[in-house]
């Protein structure tokens, strides 16, 4: 579980095991003013930063550690006037530093946003609602926690939103609140090139004819499920995205896929014979989870006496069970050993 603070970001998204099976894995990891139906949501993302600062000020080679990296990350931003080339060749830019050429699909990318000093988070959130941004505007290194939403969402939607919100940690984007909604008005410039970011990442146009050419249907006769099921799967992603991209990317017609957006997804899975991957990838989908960045550290500071099992239990997002947090501590191995005047 320490682990989770070293390790080299290049060696994360090379594809080496299954999209679905690195996913089950990173999802088990466990303000402002705001929109009424964020406000729980903001004010844990407000106390998550707050903690990872904390714990950034006692350990401040990882604050170093990860803004470099950032800054190496960085190198991928393509800046142009036209938002959708600019995400499109940021994406292209972005695999390429991290050696996935072409084809590769994208492992673990909440593992990957860590590496640059984003806390990630998994939560339910209201279903209008895919994840949230907050950062702190006074970091130069831009510190911040993205949280994702757990509340009845695939985990190829909790893809789509970690890539998305990825975009803007790149960027920068001048806010310090982004709220990733189902549904936002066309004049979100920054908004629209996350969605685009998130595709192009995901699923490159190269990618995706190759894959299509190879995995398509000879035949229409022989039915586009089982295919857009494999398609699914190969790229870590939603039925809604997967459709959209083969339309964008492969000109696949719509009113060939249109109708499978209406059958279950299982049943898709049946047909490709992929079931058993399917259920593993969905089976910690909806669990809460801490980020595994902020909680290595956590235990850490805990460990050498500079925290509090109160720090531990927020980190968690266990606040209201610090007692049974603090016996898990114990029965861990952890021993307390208040060494610092400042302990918190």
Sequence with gaps: MLAVCSGVPLAVLVGDTPVQRSLAVALRAGVLATDDDIDVVARRAEGSLRDLELLLSWYPQEGARTSALAM???????H?????RA???TAERLRDYLELGDEEPVGDIAQFIESLGAAVIFDSMPQTVQGITLRDPS???WRSVIMVNTNHTWWGRQRFTL??????L????DRSLFVNRKDYPDGHLEEIRAEFFARHFLAPDFAVRQFWAEHGPKNPIDGYGAPLAKFMMRFGLSRQASIKTLVEAAGVPQSHLEAYTQVRISQLMRQARLQDEWERACSAQGEPSASHWALSMALDAYRDGLV???VVARILGRSDDVTGV???????????????????
């Excluded at 603090?326 to 021993?335: D, N």
């Design 139 to 141: 970091q130069s290194s």
């Design 170 to 173: 790149l960027y920068q984007d």
């Design 72 to 78: 190496e990350a960085r190198r991928a931003v393509a």
């Design 163 to 168: 890539a998305h919100e990825l975009c803007h």
């Design 87 to 89: 995400a499109a060749r």
């Design 308 to 310: 509090s099992s109160e």
């Design 80 to 84: 142009d006037a036209y938002h959708k």
């Design 326 to 344: 603090k016996q898990e501590l114990e029965a861990a191995g952890y021993q307390q050993n208040v060494q610092s005047p400042d302990f918190r």
